[in-house]
Nanobody, 115 residues
Framework: QVQLVESGGGLVQAGGSLRLSCSAS????????MGWYRQAPGKQRELVAV???????NYADSVKGRFTISRDDVARTVYLQMSSLKPEDTAVYYC?????????WGQGTQVTVSS
């Protein structure tokens, strides 16, 4: 079974920081592309950041310079370090893992940024 479990969400003041973690159960983690997506109420799910097995990264324009994605292949964990948070960052954040065969999703963790 493939399992992705997010943690680290919560309530933070605007301008603050938060770190999200996602742990995966699969043994082929080191060969996968990992990503973070988010979905705000009434909005479509959108890409936040991705990191490949070769450590190539890509970010949404709205978070560039504020968020950093990283991975630990030994721990089978991907992280999203968020700083300078804005109220518009409020959303449920989802972890994803993409293989040549399928994309898997976690259950999501709520991030709320107050003004």
């Amino acid at each position: 079974q493939v399992q992705l479990v997010e943690s680290g969400g919560g309530l933070v003041q605007a301008g603050g920081s938060l770190r999200l973690s996602c742990s995966a159960s699969v043994t082929i983690f080191r060969g996968t592309d990992m990503g973070w997506y988010r979905q705000a109420p009434g909005k479509q799910r959108e890409l936040v950041a991705v990191i490949s097995s070769a450590l190539t990264t890509n970010y949404a324009d709205s978070v560039k310079g504020r968020f950093t994605i990283s991975r630990d292949d030994v721990a089978r964990t991907v992280y999203l370090q968020m700083s300078s948070l804005k109220p518009e960052d409020t959303a449920v954040y989802y972890c994803s893992m993409t293989t040549p065969f399928h994309t898997y999703w976690g259950q999501g963790t709520q991030v709320t940024v107050s003004s």
